[in-house]
Structures are given as structure tokens and as C-alpha cells.
């Protein structure tokens, strides 16, 4: 069974641009949150999809938006990047009913900006 | 979520008890305290929780004080690949529908095995 699997692995961007960044959650699991972590620093919490909809947001500008397709599988879309914007995003999945302990990670991709 | 302090980083020897403190003095009474770990260059792992009982699996224990203003996660027999970033959580296990709600990081305590 895969787990929770993110694409690409790494990305280059120019500031100004936007990015897509791509996630399929663990088979069975229906909810899907996407995190931010700086070099250093823990991961930040920044929306969570359900049923197609955001459910949660964290502390994060409009720039940061996202969508959840009918098989589950999610995509963080970043637009007019910034320098600040690179870090280590990481896609988190749970089954449905599931408590705070039960967020399986993928392993990120690693976004740079120029 | 209440917050959590943990020193910055800790050694220990392989083979010997990790003992990993998190103090959470203004933990409420429906929180439970959450243990992920993140190994360098992949995404955290669950590790254990608990509320107020200590509670042990085949990773680690979680001892939580009787009064819950302090936890400390053991490892018993570090290894070398027990390397990594150790995040101590607190918060409501309630969820308000689908799947588990977002988590609040740290910077955690980098724990180091020394061989």
C-alpha cells in the first residue's frame, strides 16, 4: 500500500510566478492538509481539503489556495511567488473520523525561489 | 492549541533511554499531548499520545505528570536511526467533521544518538 506520495520532488521558480504543487493521499483516507516548513522551523499548518472544500486554513495569505479532486487527491497552488515562499511544503493525509495522531506524511517538495 | 516548550536539541548513546521533556503548564482538561518526529528529509511521523494515563507502544512511552503540566517521551534503546526532530503537541482531540484537524509545530527538540 503507498503511502502518502507529493510531485514534483523539488522546483525552481522565479519570483513573480506561480507553482502547482501536486499530492495523493494513503488509499482510504479522505482528508488531506497541506503544511509549510522553513528551513529550521516546524511545519506550518496551511489549509485543509475535505469533501472537495476547504474546511481549516492557518495564517496564510490568499496566494496560497488549493483544491481537492473526487479521488481525493489534492494540489496547493502558489501564485506571484515570493523569496520568502521557499520551503519544504509537505502534504499530510487522514482517514475519515480520524484524531490529530492519525496524519500520515509525505515526504514534500522541496520549492526554491529566485 | 496550549503551548509547548522543549530544549533545542539533546544527545544520548545508542543503546541507552532517550528522555525527551516537553512542558505544557497551560494544557485544559479535553487536550491531549501528541508526539511526532520528523528524520532528516522526510515528513514527520506519529509517534504516540496520550491524555492523562502514560502509555507506551512498540516505538516509545509517553509518561504524563499527574498534574499534565509536563510530559516526557522515552525511547528505551536508541538507535542511531532514532536521529531526528521530536515534536512535542498539545490539543483537543475533537474534530468537527472529516479527518483529523491541522497541527501546531514547534521547533522541537533535535535529538541526536551518538554511536
Known amino acids: 500500500d503507498a503511502g502518502v506520495t507529493q510531485s514534483p520532488t523539488h522546483l525552481i521558480k522565479t519570483r513573480g510566478q506561480q507553482v502547482t504543487l501536486r499530492c495523493s493521499p494513503k488509499?482510504?483516507?479522505?482528508?488531506v492538509s497541506w503544511y509549510q516548513q522553513a528551513l529550521g522551523q516546524g511545519p506550518q499548518f496551511i489549509f485543509q481539503?475535505?469533501?472537495?472544500?476547504?474546511?481549516q486554513r492557518g495564517n496564510f495569505p490568499d496566494r496560497f489556495s488549493g483544491h481537492q479532486f473526487p479521488n481525493y487527491s489534492s494540489e496547493l497552488n502558489v501564485n506571484a511567488l515570493l523569496l520568502g515562499d521557499s520551503a519544504l511544503y509537505l502534504c499530510?493525509?487522514?482517514?475519515?473520523?480520524?484524531?490529530?495522531?492519525?496524519?500520515?506524511f509525505g515526504p514534500g517538495t522541496r520549492l526554491t525561489v529566485t | 492549541d496550549a503551548k509547548t516548550t522543549q530544549p533545542p536539541s539533546m544527545d544520548c548513546a545508542e543503546g541507552r533511554a532517550a528522555n525527551l521533556p516537553c512542558n505544557h503548564s497551560?494544557?485544559?482538561?479535553?487536550?491531549?499531548v501528541y508526539w511526532y518526529r520528523q528524520i532528516h528529509s522526510q515528513g514527520p511521523q506519529y509517534i504516540i499520545h496520550?491524555?492523562?494515563n502514560n502509555e507506551t507502544n512498540e516505538m516509545a512511552s509517553l509518561i504524563i505528570t499527574e498534574d499534565r503540566k509536563s510530559s516526557t517521551l522515552i525511547l528505551p534503546h536508541a538507535t542511531l536511526r532514532d536521529t531526528a526532530v521530536y515534536y512535542c503537541?498539545?490539543?483537543?482531540?475533537?474534530?468537527?467533521?472529516?479527518?483529523?484537524?491541522?497541527?501546531?509545530f514547534g521547533k522541537g527538540t533535535h535529538l541526536i544518538i551518538q554511536p
Open positions: 496520550g491524555l492523562k
Open positions: 499530510a493525509s487522514s482517514p475519515p473520523g480520524s484524531g490529530a495522531y492519525e496524519q500520515y
Open positions: 481539503y475535505y469533501e472537495e472544500e476547504e474546511r
Open positions: 503537541i498539545v490539543r483537543p482531540r475533537m474534530y468537527s467533521g472529516g479527518g483529523a484537524d491541522g497541527l501546531t
Open positions: 497551560t494544557i485544559s482538561g479535553n487536550e491531549y
Open positions: 488509499s482510504g483516507h479522505d482528508t
